[in-house]
């Protein structure tokens, strides 16, 4: 049977030496700092000396908050926050430049903030089953963004900040309410009906369009009784 990671018992301090045993050294030389299922409620204070990590894992714990010293670990590419109690989220992350994967999925998040936009780099950010309505206009911004996962929240349309993002290729916003599809059956105009600006029209289209307008307004008026 696998070993079951221990978590850290309540009460007890989480120490310098601790968040050392828990760095992994991956295959490419990267360091990752694993502090997933240890019972946190609070991101340990002692982990700040190892601010050089390009991976941090925070996953499957109960935190609510997260500090400021965040924004000083500005070599992370990988941040892995998912299943917590986040219901915000410090707008210092946004000074987190590396970062190329962003897991916030799982969480009480109502809003995120506009600076997350100023994360250049990022390429996938995972912000499923939380309460979102909208994202900030400035996620417009994302540039290298490929993924944005957005599945059981509360988004009613696409958010108009990712026709922006050049670069993107998936979108997830499955079980989310949004309005059910127009029945063509209840229109209440006829089906050649159509909205269109005059001015986006060549001189033939504007006639054929007025010819057609005069026509339909013709057969749709009341006859008078013969």
Same mark, same amino acid.
């Given at each position: 049977?696998?070993?079951?990671? =221990?978590?850290?018992?309540?009460?007890?301090?989480?120490?310098?030496?601790?968040?050392?045993?828990?760095? &992994?050294?991956?295959?490419?030389?990267?360091?990752?700092?694993?502090?997933?299922?240890?019972?946190?409620? =609070?991101? @340990?204070? =002692?982990?700040?000396?190892?601010?050089?990590?390009? &991976?941090?894992?925070?996953?499957?714990?109960?935190?609510?908050?997260?500090?400021?010293?965040?924004?000083?670990?500005?070599?992370?590419?990988?941040?892995?926050?998912?299943?917590?109690?986040?219901?915000?989220? %410090? @707008?210092?992350?946004?000074?987190?430049?590396?970062?190329?994967?962003?897991?916030?999925?799982?969480?009480?998040?109502?809003?995120?903030?506009? &600076? *997350?936009?100023?994360?250049?780099?990022?390429?996938?950010?995972?912000?499923?089953?939380?309460?979102?309505?909208?994202?900030?206009?400035?996620?417009?911004?994302?540039?290298?963004?490929?993924?944005?996962?957005?599945?059981?929240?509360?988004?009613?349309?696409?958010?108009?900040?990712?026709?922006?993002?050049?670069? *993107?290729?998936?979108?997830?916003?499955?079980?989310? %309410?949004?309005? %059910?599809?127009?029945?063509?059956?209840?229109?209440?105009? %006829?089906?050649?009906?159509?909205?269109?600006? =005059?001015?986006?029209?060549?001189?033939?289209?504007?006639?054929?369009?007025?010819?057609?307008?005069?026509?339909?307004?013709?057969?749709?008026?009341?006859?008078?009784?013969?």
């Amino acid at each position: 049977m696998p070993k079951k990671k =221990a978590s850290v018992p309540r009460g007890k301090v989480f120490t310098s030496k601790m968040a050392q045993n828990c760095v &992994e050294v991956l295959t490419d030389g990267r360091q990752r700092l694993n502090l997933s299922f240890k019972d946190l409620d =609070a991101v @340990p204070v =002692a982990i700040q000396t190892l601010f050089r990590v390009e &991976e941090l894992i925070l996953s499957r714990n109960r935190i609510i908050t997260l500090p400021e010293f965040i924004r000083d670990f500005n070599s992370m590419q990988i941040l892995d926050l998912h299943s917590n109690y986040l219901e915000e989220l %410090p @707008p210092t992350m946004g000074l987190l430049k590396s970062l190329l994967v962003l897991n916030l999925c799982n969480n009480r998040l109502t809003q995120v903030p506009k &600076e *997350l936009g100023q994360l250049v780099n990022l390429q996938k950010l995972y912000l499923g089953l939380n309460q979102l309505q909208m994202l900030p206009t400035a996620f417009g911004n994302l540039k290298e963004l490929v993924y944005i996962g957005l599945s059981d929240n509360k988004f009613k349309s696409v958010p108009k900040c990712l026709d922006n993002l050049q670069k *993107l290729e998936k979108v997830n916003l499955d079980r989310n %309410p949004f309005p %059910p599809p127009l029945d063509e059956n209840e229109l209440k105009f %006829p089906r050649n009906f159509y909205l269109v600006n =005059a001015c986006d029209l060549c001189k033939d289209c504007l006639n054929h369009c007025r010819i057609d307008k005069k026509k339909l307004l013709e057969a749709t008026q009341p006859r008078d009784p013969e």
